[in-house]
């Protein structure tokens, strides 16, 4: 089945700064890759997304990259505010599974310093 | 988005009881939603699928007759804890898709925090 990997476990940025959080995955055939933001004590919630048609994809300060055939995709969070402390899950999806379930990455812990 | 409401959000209980976690979906029509459970500072572990309608499949290793999932209706599926002990304390978090958008926006509701003493 597919493997998700997840770098870092923790991130630590100065307000202002980017973030930039890596994934690998493992099944070629996966094509489509979103980002959750969970917040302590609340389900996670979908921040950007990405299908393997596009290389790139921006929403204001979020940003996400797919890199086919090196099977990796990384968000990319500019100018960092705060509120964008949480933890954030990468996730791959493979036509292949049955209901096309989700496989998420380990999370990354992100703090933004003040 | 779509909102995917789930209640409680979170419930206390003594050991041996069961406990119904209510996942809805409130403005589109799910006819398929997935549970999943987290542990503290871990990532989400798929416990099951749940198909309106029909029986839910269960992944490996999560004992069906311990989580009851009952999808009777098209925007509601309910997960049940029976005989819950205290290895069962964990988040535990639903989540649903827009029908006929396969492979894309899974949309989670807020999440129940089980405790079982």
């Known amino acids: 089945g597919e493997n998700v990997e997840q770098h870092p476990s923790t991130l630590s940025v100065q307000e202002g700064d980017s973030a930039v959080i890596k994934c690998t995955y493992s099944?070629?055939?996966?094509?489509?890759f979103p980002w959750y933001k969970q917040e302590l004590g609340k389900g996670p919630q979908l921040i950007i997304d990405?299908?393997?048609?596009?290389g790139e994809k921006k929403d204001q300060r979020i940003a996400v990259t797919l890199n086919k055939t090196a099977k990796h995709f990384s968000l990319h969070i500019t100018e960092t505010q705060p509120e964008d402390s949480a933890v954030y899950f990468c996730?791959?999806?493979?036509?292949?599974?049955?209901?096309?379930?989700?496989?998420f990455g380990t999370g990354t812990r992100l703090t933004i310093i003040p | 988005g779509a909102v995917v409401s789930q209640h409680p959000s979170w419930v206390i209980c003594k050991s041996g009881t069961s406990v119904k976690i209510e996942c809805r979906s409130l403005?589109?029509?799910?006819?398929?939603m997935f549970w999943y459970r987290q542990f503290p500072k871990q990532s989400l572990m798929l416990m099951a699928t749940?198909?309106?309608?029909?029986?839910?499949?269960?992944e490996q290793g999560v004992e069906k007759d311990k989580f009851l999932i009952n999808h009777a209706s098209l925007t509601l599926s309910t997960l049940t804890v029976t005989s819950a002990h205290p290895e069962d304390s964990s988040f535990y978090i639903c989540?649903?898709?827009?029908?006929?958008?396969?492979?894309?926006?899974?949309?989670f509701g807020s999440g129940t925090q089980l405790s079982v003493l």
């Open positions: 989540s649903a898709r827009i029908p006929r958008q396969s492979n894309e926006k899974l949309f």
């Open positions: 099944d070629s055939a996966s094509n489509y």
């Open positions: 990405i299908r393997s048609n596009v």
């Open positions: 996730a791959a999806s493979s036509p292949n599974l049955v209901n096309e379930k989700l496989t």
């Open positions: 403005d589109f029509q799910a006819t398929t």
């Open positions: 749940s198909n309106e309608g029909s029986k839910a499949t269960y």
